[in-house]
């Protein structure tokens, strides 16, 4: 079949099983369909998908018809001359015409977001909807903002400057020299109390405070220990293992020794050598006991 022919099957087909369709003039002007059927969502063959993105376009086209009529007549307002008495049912049919009409206005005043809404949802292969398109545009008109967590930009930004003014006060007093609590706190800014307990949970600041004769309160900085909390320098190691891995590897390595002398021993007669070797399982009896006092 002839591609321009397979085209007009599929908007004809279509088009008959649309309810709306009959509103428009362009049910009949199966060129136009196939203009727009090229330039939005080409390569579509799912009848349901191309009725579906048809009905939204029909949606959108009243939209501009209506738009159209009211800028002819200069709007649709009435005065109060022309109200007459309707009836209860008129007036529910009249207020449904009324909102469908709303939405197609809205359809047709983002026109470029419907047919990327029409796009999308036939790539993916579901069937685009008038609601759908509508939810669409009124997300793209009125975008909701993230709504921010309460409260926790704002603390955060106090925690961090309580902290930097901890640090500056601490730079001020850090020399060892033992200082009055009046000294110290014209120099950090706070109660000696309050700077002390801040100051106390920090690994590489040493804090100590005497009461007599007067009460004063010195700060030591150990420096490297300093650089290595704060990444400045890297942690030493030994052998690209850490400290409790060495211990644990050189226990293992005494207690494999110390076997193998105690087994040589047992093997050979008494002489000079046994009693070096006796020594020797004495000396590592002894740091084997050492190594058990280190805290894991």
Request: proline share 5%; glycine share 6%; hydrophobic share 35%.
């Amino acid at each position: 079949m002839d591609p321009h022919d397979q085209k007009r099957l599929l908007i004809e087909t279509a088009l008959s099983k649309l309810q709306d369709a009959q509103d428009l003039d362009e049910r009949h002007s199966l060129k136009d369909w196939i203009a727009w059927y090229d330039a939005t969502i080409p390569l579509v063959t799912e009848i349901k998908v191309i009725a579906g993105a048809m009905e939204v376009e029909l949606a959108k086209r009243r939209g501009m018809r209506l738009i159209t009529e009211g800028e002819q007549r200069g709007g649709d307002h009435k005065s109060a001359s022309h109200k007459i008495k309707v009836s209860p049912g008129d007036t529910l049919i009249s207020h449904a015409e009324k909102l469908a009409r709303s939405r197609d206005r809205a359809l047709a005043g983002h026109p470029a977001a419907v047919d990327a809404y029409v796009q999308t949802e036939a790539k993916a292969g579901r069937v685009p909807t008038r609601k759908g398109a509508l939810r669409h545009v009124q997300r793209g008109a009125s975008p909701k903002k993230a709504a921010p967590k309460p409260g926790w930009s704002g603390g955060q930004a106090r925690i961090e400057d309580h902290h930097q003014r901890i640090l500056v006060g601490l730079e001020k007093t850090a020399d060892g020299q033992p200082r009055s609590d009046r000294e110290l706190q014209r120099l950090v800014g706070c109660a000696p109390d309050d700077f002390i307990r801040f100051v106390r949970f920090i690994p590489w600041v040493t804090v100590t405070r005497t009461h007599a004769p007067t009460t004063s309160t010195m700060f030591t900085i150990d420096q490297e220990f300093r650089d290595i909390c704060e990444g400045r320098v890297s942690r030493p190691a030994l052998d690209g293992r850490s400290l409790r891995d060495f211990l644990r590897h050189l226990r293992a390595e005494i207690i494999r020794r110390r076997k193998e002398n105690n087994d040589e021993r047992r093997r050979v007669r008494w002489n000079s050598d046994a009693v070096m070797s006796r020594e020797q399982t004495d000396l590592l009896n002894w740091i084997e006991t050492e190594l058990d006092r280190v805290p894991a």
